[in-house]
């Protein structure tokens, strides 16, 4: 029969279940798979343990609701095994769906269920029924029910041993023990009810499976095994990256999906199950580039304890055709308890976003080549113009002294016209030349400028570019980081305003785009929020500011970090830290980079660039409009 303290234990384990039931439908909206079998196990169990304890409640002599009880008791207890091996190939997997051959596990405990509750009819569950169990006489369906009991059992244990021998990092093998005790505990249980012959109680197995209620919580709930396993990497990062590789504290490859394999894996020799610094004793040295580059940035992560991001590119050879890509590579350290316990590796492939850019600026090539023919067509048309005119003009006079010089010549013999006369008639002639003279210096003039206006439009040695255009390609570029990093960004400049300045526009974009990235790493570490860049001036200097609301940067690093190599971005010298932006800056722009922490939380990042290169007019009516 059930004792007293059977029946309190599984009171106290009904009212665990009913909170957890009752926190998860307020918590978890969108359930996870594992997060689903886990709160179907809980409803099993406590369908299995309420007929227990109404049967602590009923005489012995009332064999008929006895029976019913247990027939009540089936369906709880014959689903406890199958729903613990599909939690443990859940785990292992990582299905965020459950399989079709997952679901046919289930055919086994709808058979127990019927056969127990139509026993009467052929009796292969009891042949002989009794609440005294040395009275009872199980029929032949008994062992089969076992077997398979024993069979889910062992098959969740060997998954989660496979698992845990395959991924040797601590945190694997906590969520491993957790879910091997689990299974273990009423597989021995079962097994000691069955072969050893004592009489043990029917709570015992109920008492065991509560084990498996709690080592399988702590490991889903507690050790949040689908914040940083690979599992969850399979589900999230194909989400955000093109290709994933997850590390270990030691370099071992430990996951990587479809996309990495074929466009890494094959390449390089990459394997699960081997250290990444083994690929380098195989294939060309000139095939080594990426994973030089990946071992160097998974130290530089490992030393600063930070993330690490750098641009890499990837020749591959298809068909005989060679093509070059290029990938923005994200190197992410993963915690548990303050100690790094692996590695993620996100590969974002840009070369599209590349080959998109390098056709809009060979298109915005064409475009302004074709307002420069136009305008010098422009030009020629007023040249033309202009130059009608004078050239009239020119012809009139010179008509006129035309005239003059045969009225003098007419004269020459006319006794009448005096030394006057043609002291007049000299003057006269040389108003018209002194005309003639405006009208070509006139032409002269016109000739210069449009003269210079072309040498202007030709030449490309200094390019102007406005901040309006900067700021669109850096929202482009940052959009994906942005939205996978739970973060907004907040444009403020003064719209009706058109700022320009002269230099390279993609030298401005890097140092933007990594203070951004900065200011995203930050923001992440309280969850995301609104990162605010600022663009103003003064009557000396154009500053762009990135203000985010993070952690802040401690004083010593905030010291040295325009001063020395400290950041994390850049260690690599393929990829823009805040060093390296100085000095672009300084040398591209004459201008200066500052930090400082800001009051309340979050830090300031700021660029002064001098208004002798930067020109600054009243905006049209389209530059003023939200971006």
């Known amino acids: 029969m059930v004792s007293a303290l059977s029946v309190v234990i599984f009171s106290i384990s009904l009212i665990i279940v009913a909170y957890f039931i009752v926190w998860s439908r ?105 609440v005294v169990k040395s009275e009872i006489i199980f029929g032949p369906y008994i062992l089969v029910s076992g077997a398979f009991n024993y ?42 009810a069955t072969f050893s012959g004592q009489d043990i109680p029917i709570t015992a197995t109920p008492l065991s499976f509560m084990v498996t209620l709690i080592f399988n919580g702590i490991a889903i709930f507690q050790l949040h095994v689908l914040d940083i396993s690979p599992i969850a990497t399979q589900h999230v990062l194909n989400a955000i990256s093109d290709s994933y590789i997850v590390l270990s504290e030691t370099g071992l490859v430990v996951k990587y999906n479809r996309s990495f394999q074929e466009l890494f894996g094959k390449e390089y020799g990459i394997v699960e199950g081997t250290k990444l610094s083994d690929c380098l004793k195989i294939g060309e040295s000139s095939q080594k580039n990426v994973i030089y580059s990946l071992l160097a940035a998974v130290d530089s992560s490992k030393e600063g304890e930070s993330h690490i991001s750098y641009e890499q590119s990837v020749t591959f050879t298809v068909n005989d055709v060679s093509k070059k890509y290029y990938f923005v590579v994200d190197v992410s350290p993963l915690e548990l308890y303050g100690q790094i316990t692996g590695y993620v590796v996100l590969f974002k492939d840009i070369t599209q976003l590349r080959e998109s850019m390098k056709r809009l600026q060979d298109s915005q090539e064409r475009m302004m080549e074709q307002e420069r023919f136009a305008f010098l067509g ?44 043609y002291r007049e008639i000299y003057d006269e002639m040389k108003d018209w030349f002194s005309k003639v003279k405006e009208s070509t210096a006139y032409m002269s003039d016109i000739i210069t400028a449009i003269k210079g206006q072309a040498a202007n439009i030709s030449t490309d040695d200094k390019i102007t570019f406005t901040i309006d255009e900067m700021l669109k390609r850096c929202t482009l570029l940052m959009r994906h980081e942005l939205l996978n990093s739970g973060c907004r960004l907040n444009i403020t400049y003064d719209k009706s305003e058109e700022i320009s300045l002269q230099g390279d526009i993609n030298n401005l974009i890097q140092v933007i785009g990594n203070l951004l990235s900065n200011s995203i790493y930050a923001q992440k570490q309280v969850g995301g929020g609104d990162i605010d860049l600022v663009v103003k001036h003064d009557d000396t200097n154009l500053e762009i500011l990135v203000n985010d609301r993070g952690t802040g940067v401690p004083e010593n690093v905030l010291a040295k970090l325009f001063k020395s190599m400290v950041t994390s971005k850049g260690a690599l010298g393929t990829g823009l830290g805040l060093y390296m932006s100085n000095a672009v800056i300084r040398g591209k722009f004459n201008g200066e980079m500052w930090g400082e922490n800001r009051e309340g939380g979050g830090s300031t990042f700021g660029i002064r660039i001098p208004l002798d290169i930067v020109h600054i007019r009243t905006a049209t009516a389209s530059n003023g409009e939200d971006q």
């Open 378 to 421: 422009q030009m020629i048309g007023g040249l033309a113009h202009n130059l009608k005119t004078p050239i009239m003009s020119i012809s009139g006079c010179i008509s006129a002294a035309e005239n003059l010089v045969e009225e003098c010549e007419e004269s020459l013999t006319d006794s009448d016209v005096t030394a006057d006369d």
């Open 26 to 130: 307020k918590t978890q909206k969108k359930r996870a798979l594992l997060n689903k079998l886990f709160l179907f196990l809980s409803l099993a169990y406590s369908s299995w343990v309420i007929p227990l304890i109404i049967m602590r409640f009923v005489g012995t002599d009332n064999n008929d609701l006895m029976f019913f009880l247990d027939c009540l008791m089936q369906p709880g207890g014959a689903l406890m095994s199958p729903l613990y091996l599909c939690i443990a190939i859940s785990f292992v997997e990582g299905y965020e769906k459950m399989k079709t051959w997952m679901k046919l596990l289930f055919i086994f405990p709808l058979i127990t269920v019927l056969i127990s509750w139509t026993n009467p009819l052929h009796h292969l569950y009891y042949v002989e029924f009794s």
């Open 151 to 192: 069979i889910f059992l062992i098959s969740g244990i060997v998954y989660m041993i496979r698992f845990g021998l395959k991924n040797k990092t601590s945190l694997y093998w906590k969520q491993c023990v957790m879910f091997i005790i689990s299974g273990l505990c009423p597989f021995l249980v079962s097994v000691a």
